[in-house]
């Protein structure tokens, strides 16, 4: 199933890019370029659970896909009104905060969105946790409180 799954992802891809639909040599060329990419990650051994999730995880990310873009515009606005009132504060820190995802898959994805939300970035992933730099002391308790993670948790199905 895995496998199917990663034709179908790898079929979508190459058609969106091309946009080649009518042209029967291309579509070919694409197939072959497909199949040879499949060959060479099943004997590479790099199509398994954890670097592709399987399709479980794709409606779940349809799920999680909204909240994180929620997350993504409140901070947009946080950030904007403190580039434009200079009367609110600003204050830069590092925190570590701890995470309990259970794969690789949840660990990246929890690291990338708190990097795609406006005002924090990670770092550095140890096993002790996640090393954050905050604009704000509000941007660094927000990522404390654990709601984030728990959405991803819920992503990765441990939840």
């Not at 990663?6 to 370029?33: E, I, K, P, R, T």
Request: charge should be neutral.
């Amino acid at each position: 199933m895995r496998y199917l799954t990663f034709v179908l992802v790898l079929c979508g891809f190459y058609a969106v890019l091309s946009g080649q639909f009518h042209n029967s040599f291309l579509m070919a060329v694409g197939a072959g370029c497909i199949a040879l990419i499949v060959f060479l990650g099943a004997r590479m051994g790099i199509v398994d659970e954890e670097s592709y999730p399987g399709p479980g995880v794709w409606l779940r990310a349809l799920l999680y896909a909204p909240y994180l873009l929620w997350q993504v515009i409140i901070s947009n606005i946080d950030v904007l009104k403190r580039v434009l009132s200079p009367s609110m504060p600003v204050s830069p820190r590092m925190v570590r905060v701890p995470y309990s995802t259970k794969t690789a898959f949840g660990t990246v994805t929890y690291a990338n969105s708190i990097t795609l939300t406006p005002g924090t970035v990670t770092v550095e992933v140890t096993d002790d946790g996640l090393l954050i730099h905050a604009l704000t002391a509000e941007a660094a308790d927000g990522l404390k409180d654990g709601s984030m993670e728990a959405q991803v948790k819920r992503l990765e199905g441990t939840k």
